[in-house]
């Protein structure tokens, strides 16, 4: 374990060159990890794995520590103690390298920004232009077509096209979500991170969403998503993490939302709730 606000990168293990390279590292991988704000930690001697290519759903209580993981995981928060490893590299070199992509709550974000729907989606392309000197400060018109296709793709699959030159500021609510759905998908990366995407969706938005999310898990990519959406999360995801400040427990749906594993959540209105879908 490495302690200190320091994440720095694993060490190689004792074993043979070979048998080491054969090995793929976890999407992501964290061991004893405290972290918070203020003093309070937030999330409190975490131990994660998530394995490539896998659709993720983090469920809990409300103020269970489930943003501040994500944002863990992202590399926009330090850890005070423990290590974190985003395919064996940290999370921060993972993200400066544009190989995770973070879709915020749409509260974190200023809609009456003079920004178009394109020009959203589009910013998310300027991670991959790091490499290429001063073409991140060209007009988007000189950029390379590449960029433009991938975000031509991502308001597709959004179905979003059509909305392109809007200002965001006229958008409904949905429709704000999809852009920064769209926005992470244009991004490109290997990893996706998702705060409540699904609230203030209507059912129509909620199917797409998944569907869009699903199609990256068939694709090789790696979803995690924040949401309070159990029964969607029952029926799409692969994995889910039940946490509260700590992971009470991982695994498939049907083994990880049983009584036993809820009443440890130490919330007995959350435990409810998720009993209810079941009736």
């Known amino acids: 374990m490495l302690a200190g606000s320091l994440i720095a990168e694993r060490p190689n293990g004792s074993g043979s060159g070979d048998n080491a390279a054969a090995v793929e590292p976890s999407a992501v991988e964290g061991r004893g990890l405290y972290a918070g704000y203020q003093g309070f930690d ?51 070199k993972q993200r400066r390298a544009g190989n995770i992509a973070y879709m915020p709550q749409q509260e974190t974000l200023d809609w009456d920004f003079p920004a178009s729907v394109w020009d959203v989606v589009f910013s998310a392309r300027y991670t991959r232009m790091r490499s290429s000197g001063m073409c991140r400060f060209l007009p988007q018109r000189w950029c390379a077509k590449e960029h433009h296709r991938a975000v031509e793709q991502a308001l597709s699959s959004t179905d979003m096209s059509a909305c392109a030159p809007r200002h965001i500021s006229a958008l409904s609510g949905g429709q704000r979500k999809r852009v920064l ?16 995407p699904l609230v203030g969706v209507d059912a129509a938005s909620e199917q797409m969403i998944f569907g869009v999310l699903r199609e990256l898990r068939a694709a090789g990519r790696t979803v995690v998503l924040v949401t309070h959406d159990v029964a969607g999360a029952r029926r799409y995801a692969d994995r889910i993490i039940l946490f509260n400040r700590r992971v009470i427990a991982s695994g498939k749906p049907e083994e990880v939302l049983s009584d036993e594993l809820l009443m440890q959540t130490a919330d007995p209105s959350f435990a409810r709730s998720v009993r209810e879908i079941d009736r």
């Open 181 to 196: 759905l769209a926005r992470a998908l244009a991004q490109g990366a290997e990893l996706l991170l998702l705060d409540e």
């Open 42 to 92: 937030a999330v409190a001697g975490v131990d994660l794995n998530i394995p490539q290519g896998e659709l993720v759903a983090l469920v809990g209580p409300n103020g269970a520590g489930k943003s501040t993981l994500l944002k863990l995981v992202m590399g926009l928060l330090q850890p005070r103690q423990g290590w974190l490893f985003i395919k064996g590299l940290s999370a921060s």
